[in-house]
């Protein structure tokens, strides 16, 4: 089992709709990173949270420590918003990040 | 203000030649870390540094990998000789954290390395 488990794998919905990636982790952590990878690109950090709520335009994300849980929200989805989106943690043992395997969205006009 | 800079970004190469990709961090950020990254695949750690230090090199396979940081700033990262299965990209991020904590990760776009 994956010590770090994003779902779903991929994503297709239509231009507009409300989006949530989910994040699940195994381990204690200090650090939850959410980051974005378009096609041929580097990568993005979006957010870095340890508690509670963030947001940044129309990016939400939410983590919940006890249940070993985070989610992304993306509001009122745009074709730009195509990408793949990562969740790391850093285990609270070590520096060394955990990634997960990642989830592709597809946002359709 | 510059985000990580990394060249080149594209390199093709035959293989047993040797490749060289320099990585320039955000400016004060101490830590900095090379990734590979294969297709589809997440990032993979190489090789980290604190400052000048490599805290962590353990996954960067030494018999044709090396990289240095000589004075705590820019990077180097060098295959000597590249193999088919170097192809990859290869990135670099840097953090404003170190001793233990990751930061926020910036990293450059990457360098992509085909070995034909």
């Known amino acids: 089992k994956n010590e770090v488990e994003q779902s779903p794998q991929n994503l297709t919905a239509q231009e507009g709709e409300f989006i949530t990636i989910n994040c699940s982790y195994s381990v204690g952590i200090s650090a939850l990173h959410w980051l974005q990878q378009h096609p041929g690109g580097g990568i993005v950090s979006l957010f870095m949270l340890s508690s509670g709520k963030k947001k940044h335009g129309r990016l939400i994300a939410t983590i919940n420590i006890q249940e070993k849980h985070s989610s992304l929200h993306i509001t009122a989805s745009h074709p730009r918003d195509s990408a793949v989106y990562i969740c790391?943690?850093?285990?609270?043992?070590?520096?060394?990040?955990?990634w997960g395997a990642g989830t592709k969205l597809i946002i359709k006009p | 203000e510059a985000g990580v800079v990394q060249s080149p970004r594209y390199k093709i190469i035959e293989k047993k030649q040797p490749v060289a990709f320099w990585c320039n961090p955000i400016s004060g950020h101490n830590t900095l870390y090379w990734y590979l990254q294969n297709l589809g695949q997440g990032p993979e750690l190489l090789i980290r540094y604190e400052n000048e230090e490599a805290v962590d090199d353990s996954q960067l396979p030494k018999d044709r990998f090396s990289a240095e940081r000589l004075k705590g700033v820019d990077s180097t990262l060098k295959i000597q000789p590249a193999e088919l299965g170097d192809s990859a990209v290869y990135l670099c991020a840097s953090s404003p954290w170190g001793q233990g904590g990751t930061g926020e990760l910036f990293f450059g776009e990457g360098s992509r390395l085909t070995v034909l």
């Open positions: 790391a943690v850093q285990p609270d043992s070590n520096y060394q990040l955990i």
